[in-house]
C-alpha cells in the first residue's frame, strides 16, 4: 500500500509494529490503545489489517476532513493494495442532518415559487437546534431572495446527486438554507413512516454500510450510536477511535441531555399546522412552557442544577409543566394523525396528505424526544449531573445539560463486552483506557512513537526566569519574552493562549513591539486566517483553544509556537467538580493533570509537522520546570531536546531564520 504513494513511500517501523499490533487485537478480540506520533502513518497502520480481517470494522475519526481523506484517498490505496486477497467495500456515514431530505424537499418546492417567500418563515430556526449552522440566530433579519435562491439551488441539486451529502456541494449554503431541506434525528421518523423513506439519502447512506467491510464515520454519530443502544449503525465486530483524546468529552456529550427553550419554540410553531383550530391552544401553552423554561434557566447560567429536591423549585416545575404541555400536544398530534384534523391533505387527498402526515410524523418524533429527555433529567441520579450553561453569539440561548460524571461504566456494559476497541492518537490522555471503561486484563498498550527527528530539529524551552503567569505583573514579562522571541524567529510564530482576554492583549501589545504582521483570531475566519498565515512567512498567528489542536502548518512559514500556559481546566466547570468530588484526594491527578497533559501536548504538536521541520516549542509558564507534576506533562511531549537558556533558543531561531531566508 505505502509502495503506491508519491515517492514510493517510506520506511517506517512504528506504521509496522503498530499494523501487526492491530491485526493481533482484531484476531485475539483484545483491546488495544496505541500512542502514535505525528508521521508514524496510522491510518494505514489501521486500515490495512482491518482490510484484511474479515470482519466488518467501523472507523470513527474526530473530523469529518479526517473522514473525507480516509474514504476519499487512503481507502482506495488500501483496496488497491490486497485486491489479490480481498475485494474491499468501504461506506461512509455521517449525521442524519448532513443528507438533504427527499421528503424536506417536496415539501418545500412549491413554497419557493411564492414571491413572498412567507412558508419559508417555518424553517428560520428559533435557536438551540443541533442541525449544521443552528443557534444563536433568532430573531435575526433574513434575506428571502438570497434565502429562496440558494434552496432551488439545493433542490436542482438534489435531482442529480447520488448521495444528498452536503459534503458534495460546490457552496456553502446558508444555515436556514440547508435547514429547510434537512432534518435532525431528532426530527426524523424513520424510513418506515416517511412517504419518502424509500428513497431517503441518509437511508442509503446506511445500506451502503451495512454491505461494507469498512465503515467511515465521525465521532459523534458513533457516540450517537452508543447511546441509542445500537440503532445508528450496522453490527460490527471492531471500533477504531482515531484521535482518541478526544473520545470521552464526545461520549459524555452524546450520553447526556440537552434542551433549549428553543427546542420547545420550534416544536409549537410547526404543530399549529398539524392540529385541529380547537386544539391550537395546546401548541400555545407549549409555546408558554418554553418562555418559562427561557426565564428559569437564565439565573441558572453556570450553576449545577436539580441535585437538591428542595433547590431549583421553579426549574422543577418548569420542567414538570412542559412535560405535561408536550404529553397533551403529542396526543393532539396523535388525533389529527387520526381523524384529519388540521390536514389539508385529509381533505383534499393527493400530495399534499403524504406531505402533512410527514411532518405531523416529525412532530410526534420531536415530543418524544422531549419528553424522553425530560424523563432523564427529573429522573437524574448521584451518577449525573446537572447545569446550566450559556451558548451561541454573546451567549444568548440557555442550555441545560444533564451528563454521567463518569462514561466508562456506561462504554463497559453497553460496548466492549461485543465489540473490540483500537484507540490511537497522537497523544493519549494518561490512563484513557480506564476512563473509557476497557478491562485491564483483555487491554494492551503500544507506543511506538514518532518517525521525525525530533532531537535534531526541535527544543523544548520553559521560561523560567517569568513570574508565575497568577502573579501580577506577569503579562507585561510574558509580551516582552514573546517580543524577544519572534523577533528571534523572524516572525513564523503561532501564540497559543488559554484565555481570550490574554491573546486580546498580548496582539495588540505585540503589534507596537515587533516588525512583524500580528494575525489575531476573530479578525478573520479562521480558515482564512490559516491561509494567510500559511502564505505570509513572516507573519504571526495570535489564536486560543480552538488551534491548540488540528491545525497543520508544515515548512518553514512556523518555526515558534509559544504556549502562554499550563492549560488547565476551568475550576468552576460543572462535570468535572463532579467528578473531582468523585475522585477526592485524588481529584486533581485524576482530573485536572490528564487533561492539561493532552492538551499541552497537542499544542506543542503544532510545531513539527514534517520530517524537515525545524523550530521551537516555548512554554511561558515556569510550572513546567518546577512543579512536583512536571514529569506527568513533560512525559506526554514530544521527544525534544529541553532548555530553559533564551540565548540557546534565540540563537537555534536565528539560524532557522537565516535557512529560510528567500524560502517561498
Not at 393532539?332 to 403524504?354: K, S
Request: aromatic share 4%; hydrophobic share 45%.
Amino acid at each position: 500500500v505505502t509502495a503506491a504513494l508519491p515517492g514510493g513511500g517510506e520506511d517506517r517501523p512504528g506504521q509496522v509494529a503498530m499494523a501487526e499490533a492491530v491485526a493481533r487485537a482484531v484476531e485475539e478480540r483484545r483491546h488495544l490503545v496505541v500512542g502514535a506520533g505525528t508521521g508514524t502513518g496510522k491510518s494505514f497502520a489501521y486500515l490495512v489489517p482491518a482490510a484484511l480481517s474479515g470482519r466488518r470494522v467501523v472507523v470513527a475519526t474526530a473530523t469529518r476532513a479526517l473522514q473525507d481523506q480516509l474514504a476519499g484517498k487512503d481507502l482506495p490505496l488500501v483496496a488497491a493494495g490486497v485486491a489479490d486477497t480481498v475485494a474491499l467495500r468501504w461506506a461512509v456515514v455521517k449525521g442524519r442532518a448532513n443528507y438533504l431530505c427527499r421528503q424536506r424537499a417536496l415539501e418545500v418546492g412549491g413554497a419557493v415559487e411564492e414571491p413572498s417567500l412567507s412558508a419559508l418563515a417555518l424553517f428560520e430556526d428559533p435557536g438551540g437546534g443541533d442541525g449544521p449552522g443552528a443557534g444563536g440566530d433568532r430573531g435575526r433579519p433574513v434575506d428571502l431572495g438570497r434565502l429562496g435562491g440558494q434552496i432551488r439551488r439545493l433542490l436542482a441539486w438534489a435531482e442529480d446527486t447520488p448521495t444528498g451529502d452536503r459534503a458534495e456541494l460546490d457552496f456553502e449554503p446558508h444555515p436556514r438554507a440547508w435547514a429547510a431541506l434537512s432534518v435532525s434525528a431528532r426530527e426524523c421518523p424513520g424510513a418506515f413512516r416517511c412517504p419518502s423513506g424509500t428513497v431517503c439519502f441518509a437511508e442509503r447512506a446506511r445500506e451502503r454500510a451495512a454491505e461494507a467491510h469498512v465503515v467511515v464515520v465521525n465521532t459523534h454519530l458513533y457516540a450517537t450510536h452508543v447511546a441509542s443502544d445500537g440503532a445508528v449503525l450496522p453490527e460490527h465486530d471492531v471500533v477504531v477511535l482515531d484521535e482518541a483524546h478526544a473520545v470521552e468529552d464526545v461520549m459524555t456529550a452524546a450520553l447526556g441531555v440537552e434542551l433549549t427553550a428553543g427546542r420547545l419554540h420550534a416544536l409549537a410553531q410547526a404543530a399549529r399546522g398539524l392540529v385541529g383550530e380547537a386544539e391550537t391552544p395546546l401548541a400555545d401553552a407549549v409555546d408558554d412552557a418554553a418562555e418559562r423554561l427561557e426565564g428559569a434557566l437564565v439565573p441558572l447560567v453556570g450553576r449545577r442544577v436539580l441535585g437538591d429536591p428542595t433547590g431549583e423549585a421553579e426549574l422543577a416545575a418548569v420542567l414538570a409543566l412542559a412535560a405535561g404541555r408536550l404529553e397533551a400536544l403529542g396526543g393532539a398530534l396523535r388525533r389529527g394523525g387520526e381523524d384529519g384534523a388540521g390536514d389539508p391533505g385529509a381533505r383534499g387527498g393527493g400530495a399534499e396528505e403524504g406531505d402533512t402526515g410527514a411532518r405531523r410524523a416529525r412532530a410526534q418524533v420531536v415530543v418524544g424526544h422531549l419528553l424522553e429527555e425530560l424523563g432523564t433529567v427529573a429522573a437524574l441520579d448521584e451518577d449525573h449531573v446537572a447545569w446550566v450553561e450559556s451558548q451561541g453569539p454573546g451567549g444568548r440561548t440557555a442550555v441545560l445539560r444533564a451528563a454521567p460524571v463518569e462514561v466508562g461504566p456506561v462504554l463497559a456494559a453497553r460496548l466492549w463486552p461485543r465489540v473490540t476497541a483500537v484507540l490511537t492518537s497522537a497523544t493519549l490522555p494518561p490512563g484513557i483506557g480506564g476512563r473509557l471503561g476497557l478491562p485491564p486484563a483483555a487491554t494492551d498498550e503500544l507506543d511506538v512513537g514518532s518517525p521525525f527527528p525530533y532531537r535534531r530539529c526541535a527544543l523544548l524551552y520553559c521560561a523560567t526566569h517569568l513570574p508565575d503567569p497568577r502573579r501580577p505583573g506577569a503579562a507585561e514579562a510574558l509580551h516582552e519574552e514573546l517580543a524577544a522571541l519572534i523577533t528571534a524567529a523572524g516572525g513564523r510564530t503561532l501564540a497559543l493562549f488559554t484565555s481570550w482576554r490574554a491573546m486580546q492583549g498580548a496582539a495588540a501589545d505585540l503589534r507596537h513591539r515587533v516588525a512583524f504582521p500580528i494575525l489575531a483570531q476573530g479578525d478573520l475566519p479562521k480558515v482564512t486566517l490559516l491561509e494567510r498565515f500559511s502564505a505570509e512567512p513572516a507573519a504571526c498567528l495570535f489564536a486560543t483553544m480552538s488551534f491548540w489542536q488540528g491545525v497543520d502548518v508544515p515548512g518553514p512559514t512556523l518555526s515558534l509556537v509559544t504556549l502562554d500556559r499550563l492549560p488547565f481546566p476551568r475550576p468552576d466547570d460543572p462535570l468535572l467538580q463532579a467528578r473531582r468530588e468523585r475522585a477526592g484526594e485524588g481529584a486533581f491527578r485524576l482530573v485536572d493533570l490528564p487533561r492539561a497533559a493532552t492538551l499541552l501536548a497537542q499544542g506543542a504538536g503544532r510545531l513539527i509537522r514534517s520530517a524537515t521541520d525545524t523550530g521551537v516549542v516555548a512554554v511561558l509558564d515556569p510550572r513546567l520546570a518546577r512543579a512536583g507534576y512536571r514529569r506527568v506533562l513533560l512525559d506526554t511531549m514530544p521527544p525534544m531536546r529541553r532548555t530553559v537558556d533564551r540565548a540557546e533558543v534565540c540563537a537555534f531561531l536565528q539560524a532557522a531564520a537565516a535557512a529560510h531566508a528567500g524560502t517561498p
